[in-house]
Structures are given as C-alpha cells and as structure tokens.
C-alpha cells in the first residue's frame, strides 16, 4: 500500500483585504482576503516552511526524495529542491528535482512521489507559488501565496493512493514568457469552456471509469478552480453536491496557482475520516484526477501547525502600497547606506548547514552550546572537540530586543531580538510577523527560513524569529 504519510502547510502571516484593490482603482473586487508573502519570503521559503510543519513529528533522516513543485522559483536555472532539502536537513545522498511551468506542476510531482513510493522511497512533495497579476486586472485579486507539503511512502499511510487519470493538452489560457514578471491570460469565456471545463471533464470522467467510482462514492472533491464560481459551476455538472466540494480558499488566501490544490488536499485531510475517498482534480495544460481512501492511520498523524493553525494566524492591517512595495512594483526612495555586499559563494557552501539546517556546535568537553559554529568553547576553551548540534525545534525566547525605526526596511519598524534557545546557544537575528508593541522578554518564539537579500542575483538565505503560536 502507498499514499500519503503526512502533511503541512504555510499560509503567510499578512492579508491584504481586497477592499483595498478597489479603494485605489474603484472597480469592483471579490470578497474577502489574500494571503501575501512577506518582502523576506518567496516561493522556496514558505514551502520549506510548509515541509517542516508535515515533518514536525518525523525523522527528516528518513526522508529519501524531495520534490518541488512551483511556477515561480527565485532561479531560473538553480535547483530549488535542494535548497529545500537543506532546510529539512535530509541524508545528503537524497534524490531532489523541481516541478515547474505549469498549474499542473503539484499532481505531476503527486504522481511522482507515488511513484517513488512504489519504489520504497520516502518522498517529500512541496508546492509552494507567489505569482503576481497586473496591477487593477482580475489576477491581482485573485492570486494569493501559500505553500503545502505531502509526504509520500508505503509505511503508516494516512491516505492510500487507489488510481489515477492524467490528460495532457497544449492550450493556452495563462501563461508567462521567460522575462515577464507578470500572468497573461486569454479571453476568460473562451479558456473556461474551451479549456477548464472540458479537461476537468474529461479527467473525472476518466478516473470514474477507471475505478467504477461514482460521485456519490466521494466524501470530498478537491477540485482545482480559477475562482469558486468556476469551480462551483463544474463540481454540479459532474454531479458532485455542494458539501462535497473542498473549500478552495480563495477567501482566505486567494488562488495559489500550483500549491492551490496541495493545500485544499491538506484542507481535506484535516477534516478527513477513515474510509473517506478524496478525489483530487488538477489544472493545467489538461488535467490530473487522483482517488486516495483515508486509512485508520491519520487518527495517529498531527501536523506541526497545519492548515488550519496558519489561517488563524494572520495579521489583515496591510495597505495596497505597502503590497506594492514589497513586490518591487513602484519605485521608493533607496536607503542611504552602503549596498550591501555579495554574499561569499564559497563561504555559503562550506557554511551550508548552519545556514540551511541551522547548525551550531556543542563542546564534547563540558556541554556549552555556540551559535554561530566555532572550533574553540567560549566556556572551557577546548579547541576541535565539538559536535554538530541542530537548534532548529529547540524551544526558544527572546532574551532582549530593540526596536528600531531608522534602520532602512520594506516594513519598518525593524525588530533585532537576542533569542536563547533551551539546552544553550544564542542567536541575534531579526524577530517578524509581529506587532512591536506586542514584543516582551520571555516571549517564546520559533525560527522562520527567510530570504535575507540579493546582489548581483545571489539570494542569501538565513532565519529569522517569528512568535510561537
């Protein structure tokens, strides 16, 4: 039997509600929120945070692959997965490969990881998106950010793969050439009938057929939708009743593009009971249909946070400057510090651990903990007798902290906290998705992987603090 063994999710910590959008054009704009990544994460931050929260309970030793599936990678040549991989701190002999340029990018590396599994390996399968629409057009207050994470194997699944019907077809509805930052679409009656309703169709019709599944059978469709009105309209065509459908949350987070479906699989599975069959559908360039049944398993599975903990965790006062600001769309007043300078390229690899897996060392001597990683003990001054010593999940609090309203930041204030982690070490890093005013000595707090700058294209990686819920 293979399937999903685990799951997780990231949902970004600040909402622009769209009554914004239509504050600053005028036109009318959908109901409710989308979620926006913060100016220090991307696509690859949020989904290695979406792997840690599947893996908060496992042994991230075992895992033998890891897959990522998105249409917005920071690098168009430079493997995200195994940037992702290195925060997991996986073996270093794990299979890694990106899934990229389609809405269909999250089932193809579904599919993979099933089978992978087959093969007996362990597989992490990521989908983290951070798209942008033009400026006043419908994919502006459609496109939200997010991230999910599936644990693929053979052993303790929660969700057992039972079949799958996949239909590929060169059509174009969205797309984005190699030098555009921004989603093109055509005509939208032409792409829904033309396209979204036909290969979703098709492909449920087809997994039907292949199983002897009828929509009655189905607890749960996790159907893929441009908005839920599409994805409304086409679930009651194919027969599936309203309760059936999974909540896409496009009012919460907005359409995710390739993590879209991911996360209402996560969404699904949060809610799920043993027996239940859950069809997932995705979109794009055709589409893929996949029945898994839930197993007595997931009564034993708990993410980190999941779903549900990061929609709850949310901060919904940003300003559509401040969106346009972090996204780099509009021009502001630069810092008048030196640019900072490139990141030593040598010194990022030898120094991966400590910056990806978040490595310190702990003296074999007498104990002491040292952040950063030190040949020598600042207590007892023995010299190349540490270990490595991972501070990543050790509880944490802020030892003390300035807030700081001069420093040059996309969102001022700026916060430098001293964390201290239990078991020993020490940390100054910047503390985020928080409100100043709510900061305190003592207060408990966990590490976020951000992006930290770039220069000369080199995105520099490293954590930051953000409060534990």
Known sequence: MVGITGFGAYVPYNRLDRSHIREIFGAPVPKGEKAIANYDEDSIT????????CTAHMDTRLIDAVYFATTTAPYKEKQSAATIAGVLDTRADVRAADFCDSLRAGSSALLAGIDAARQGLNTMVVAGECRLGYSAGPYENHFGDGAAALMMGNEKV????????????????????DDERFVH??????????????????AVKGIMGKTGLTPADINKIVLYGIT??????????????????Q??????????GVASVPMMLVGALEEASPGD????????????????QVKEEIKNFSPGLGLKGHLNNKKVTMNYGKYLRWRELIQTEPAKRPVQKRSSLPDMYRNRKKNLGFYGVRCQNCGTVQFPPSRICIECRAIDQMEDYRLYGKPARVATF??????????????VAVVDFEGGGRLICYLVDCDPDEVKVGMEVKM??????????????????????
């Open 185 to 202: 679409s055509w005509e939208e009656r032409f792409c829904i009938t033309q396209g979204y309703n036909q290969f979703v169709s098709q």
């Open 158 to 177: 929660i969700a057992e793969y039972i079949d799958s019907y996949s239909l590929a077809v060169d059509f174009h509805d969205l797309w984005r050439a």
């Open 402 to 415: 300035t807030v700081d309203y001069l420093a040059e930041s996309l969102d001022p204030p700026t916060i």
């Open 228 to 245: 839920p009105r599409y994805q409304g309209q086409i679930a009651a065509k194919l027969g599936f009743a309203p309760a059936q459908v």
């Open 247 to 256: 909540d896409s949350l496009y009012n919460q987070v907005g359409n995710t």
């Open 46 to 53: 949020m989904g290695a945070m979406a792997a840690l929260d």
């Open 277 to 292: 069959y859950i069809l997932l559908v995705s979109y794009g360039e055709g589409s893929d249909a996949i029945v898994f």
């Open 448 to 469: 976020s992987f951000r992006h930290i700058f770039t220069v000369d294209s080199i995105r520099t990686y490293f954590w930051k603090a953000v409060p534990k819920l």
